[in-house]
């Protein structure tokens, strides 16, 4: 597993995932074989890439070996250029990546691999780095909430900093971050948990440094927000490295 500030990328066994909502939009590739993702509007539909919009309530039901999951939020320019990428399907769900096989193959190595150049060309292959139309004030307060550990910062406090009222502050967060403060607050805090768990921190205390209640109530966040419980997920042996953020906008 790869995390980045806006970006995280998970590639290895496909795991058995519920049903679940992410809080950042999620480009899925299948490595060896296909993928099925159901959802209560969209019903079943098959492909080897997709994209999955934020707080959207889906399964998906992998027919191979690996997959790559790669989430990319809103204030990433990668995400707006994938999300263009992609030729089939609606806002919730898209289908059909313009680099997908090359997107596939590079899938397969990056599975095997422990480069940060690989992951991060395997990332321009997604969606390469463009410039946006991210207000500044939203960019900077997304940033201050990844860079943040614990206590973790209110939608008051960053208003104030944006120079915004609290209502004015929230509505352009979900305008321009695609996803409600709230939850890309737990997206931060989820990364932050990573970046510690990378640094050899077991994972009760880094829940708590990231700001969760308590393990369980990271736990219940992560199973909703991924399909599955972190003790799975660090039970494949999953590696997790931070990538440069020199090379990442």
């Keep these: 597993m790869w995390l980045g500030p ?4 998970y ?34 539909r098959t492909a080897r890439t997709a994209l999955i919009a ?26 707006r250029v994938c999300r263009l990428r992609m030729t089939d399907g609606d806002h919730a769900l898209r289908y059909g990546h313009r680099q997908e096989p090359l997107l596939v193959r590079a899938g397969a190595q990056l599975a095997d691999s422990d480069s940060p150049g690989m ?15 991210m207000d500044s004030r939203i960019g900077m307060a997304a940033r201050y909430l990844r860079e943040q550990t614990n206590p973790v910062l209110s939608a008051d406090e960053l208003a104030a900093r ?35 768990l ?10 708590v ?3 969760f209640a308590s393990p369980s109530h990271f736990s219940d966040s992560f199973h909703a927000m991924f399909g599955l419980q972190p003790s799975r997920l660090l039970a494949v042996g999953v590696r997790i490295r931070l990538l440069p953020t020199a090379d990442l906008r």
């Design 6 to 9: 806006g970006q995280a990328i």
């Design 11 to 44: 590639a290895g066994p496909s795991l058995e995932l519920g049903p679940h909502s992410g809080s950042v939009a999620c480009l899925a590739v299948g490595v060896d074989d296909s993928f099925t993702v159901r959802t209560a509007t969209h019903g079943g």
């Design 54 to 79: 934020p707080r959207f309530v889906h399964q998906l039901i992998a027919h191979g070996r690996r997959m790559v999951f790669c989430y990319l939020d809103a204030t990433s320019a990668r995400e």
């Design 119 to 133: 992951a991060l060309r395997w990332l321009d292959l997604a969606g390469a780095v463009e410039p946006g139309a």
């Design 162 to 196: 944006a120079g915004l009222s609290t209502s004015r502050f929230l509505h352009l967060f979900r305008e321009h971050a695609g996803t409600s403060f709230r939850r890309y607050r737990l997206w931060a805090r989820m990364l932050r948990v990573g970046a510690l």
């Design 198 to 207: 990378s640094g050899r921190q077991d994972l009760t205390t880094a829940a």
């Design 209 to 211: 440094e990231a700001g």
